[in-house]
């Protein structure tokens, strides 16, 4: 069995649509760096988060990457490529749980359970407004603002105040040089905003926080909030 309220999905469900979902799911754990969906190759399960945090990215032909949104415990991550192919890669950025549903079954799942279809949707629909505003952030805002804004998202989904990252990937997720995030959070670290070591970074000061992220955070912060909000609609 998993606990229940672990993920977002399952918890805005009915006990009948719930199990539904699960009578199909396979346990399973996810190791850092495990690839969820394949940019490009056809979509093989639909996973659902008990713990960890995944990342949707983006990777060009010249092997260049940036990331265009997360997903922790608000799943169901795959929805958006059940008709074909990935057409963004997910990889786990830090190791959790899951449930994971071969695509076929919950494909057929959405025609049976106008409740699963519905809460579906609702994801995905918050999905695209997160990818839209990420692309604008990608293109528009700072390397500090956008860490500020990313480590707080991360923040929210793992909730707690170590985020287990390393700066390597930090820049690949961001999509900047090495340099420049290592230099935001030098930044961020002698402001005592936030403290790191050995691929760990711990938020020391929310609040400051905050105040340096982009505007995007509160806009993306909002829909994370009220996803499934429609649920007793
Ligand atoms: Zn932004």
Known sequence: MYPRLQNLFLNSLGEASDSSVTALADVVTLPAQSILIEQGAPTQYVYLLTSGLASMVNTMPDGSTAEVGVCGREGPIGAADLFGQGSTGCIMQIAGDGLRIPVDAFRQLLHESAEVRGRTLEFMQNTIAGLGQISACNRLHSAE????????????RVEGKTVPVKQACLAQMLGSRRTTITMAAAIMKRNGWIGYNRGRIQILDRRLLKSAACTCYPVLDRLYRELYSTASL
């Open 145 to 156: 603002a956008r860490l500020a804004r990313w480590l707080l998202m991360v923040q929210d």
